[in-house]
């Protein structure tokens, strides 16, 4: 029977298990957007986990839409991310980067003219951005991309993976999911276009699989996988019917041979379960895809367990639990007390809260004393 701890691979990707770091954003970023040295530290600690999945990194100053988070389109950003994959490798970790661009959920203050944020559609995100200072205000109304404008944000995509390539990541991971630019289009919630991007399901899927296909012709698709999250609500952004959407992108998506599928599906009972009434559809997603599912939602080592064993994923990603134990692969093997995590340290600050999570060894010695 396949476990956790047994190895896999992605694509042109070896991972000595199957336990993956889910991606965190942390806010902790220094001026330009460039990667906390910091975050050296903070990664490679975690390098034992099977791969690790960047923070969201925006792949243009238009994609931001949260304090301090980093990007990858500037030199300086991908030297401060070339440190960090060194220390990854130098301790037999792998490592992908995530590319992101958020849409609608930005304001006026990350936008490099101090415009309008930009969305499939005219319809704000529900809910409220955090300006810089960390403060809260209102999501206003974003502006409504043209056809030439979706062309340019494919071609940042392409630029972001060929950056990728620079700074030393193992792949790149799209971000699809959780209400941002792509998920925006995917759903009619947010895209009401009336265009070849809007409508349809093969419409609204296409600027997803530009995109998918931009990054490909730098990576090869054997370095390259895709998160979605067809039941999640994010920032307001929800579908009317995500069977429909979800599996034919799936299916879309399966001629690429991408390195895996990443899918955001909470489990019953836990935080990141769905809204009431949505659709389970992570099993159908991953008989449409044809390749390795990686699953994420809120999963215990017991549910992670459970979801390899019944053959519902083929790895797990998981985020709380490796941000609060750098050592969780150990752990996890050994069933061993986990660290409790300090959620008022998850955004924003220095080492505390996010490098000096002890690991077991000094945990055990610390009981003992």
């Known amino acids: 029977m396949t476990t956790l701890f047994d190895p896999i691979d992605l694509g042109a990707i070896h991972l000595s298990n199957r336990i993956v770091m889910a991606p965190l954003t942390r806010s902790r970023a220094i001026a330009g957007e460039v990667p906390n040295p910091l975050a050296v530290e903070y990664y490679s600690q975690r390098a034992s986990t099977g791969l690790i999945i960047s923070e969201a990194t925006q792949i243009s100053q238009s994609g931001q839409g949260y304090p301090n988070t980093p990007g990858i389109f500037t030199d300086e950003q991908v030297a401060g991310w070339k440190a960090i994959t060194d220390a990854v490798h130098a301790r037999g970790g792998k490592m992908v980067a995530q590319l992101w661009h958020v ?88 895209n009401q276009r009336d265009d070849s991007y809007g409508g349809s399901v093969e419409n609204r899927s296409r600027f997803l699989l530009e995109v998918v296909a931009a990054v490909v012709a730098v990576w090869g698709a054997d370095r390259v996988g895709l998160r979605l999250s067809p039941s999640n609500g994010s920032n307001g952004t929800q579908d009317s019917n995500p069977e429909t959407i979800f599996v034919h992108a799936a299916a879309a998506l399966k001629p690429f ?44 080592r017991e549910l992670a367990e459970a979801a390899i064993a019944e053959g519902r994923a083929d790895l797990v990603s998981v985020g709380v639990p490796v941000l609060a134990n750098p050592d969780l692969v150990e752990r996890w093997k050994r069933n061993a007390p986990l660290n409790t995590p300090d959620k008022a340290t998850f955004y924003g600050g220095g080492a505390r809260g996010y490098t000096d999570y002890p690991f077991l060894e000094a945990a055990e010695a610390q009981a003992t004393e």
Not at 118 to 133: L, Q, T, W, Y
Not at 269 to 295: I, N, Q, Y
Request: net charge negative.
């Open 103 to 190: 849409g609608r959920v930005s304001i006026p203050d990350y936008q490099p003219d101090g415009g309008q944020a930009v969305a499939p559609s005219a319809i704000a995100a529900v809910g409220n951005a955090m300006k810089r200072d960390f403060s809260m205000t209102p999501f206003e109304t974003p502006r409504a991309l043209a056809v030439e404008e979706i062309k340019a944000i494919v071609a940042d995509y392409a630029h972001a993976a060929e950056q990728a390539r620079k700074a030393g990541f193992d792949g790149v991971e799209v971000h699809g999911a959780n209400g941002y630019l792509i998920d925006q289009f995917l759903k009619d919630g947010s």
């Open 257 to 300: 041979g991408l390195a895996y599928l990443h899918v955001i599906e909470g489990e019953p009972g836990t935080p990141m379960a769905s809204w009431d009434g949505a659709p389970k559809l992570a099993a159908r997603m991953r008989e449409a895809f044809g390749g390795p599912v990686m699953l994420n939602g809120g999963l215990t």
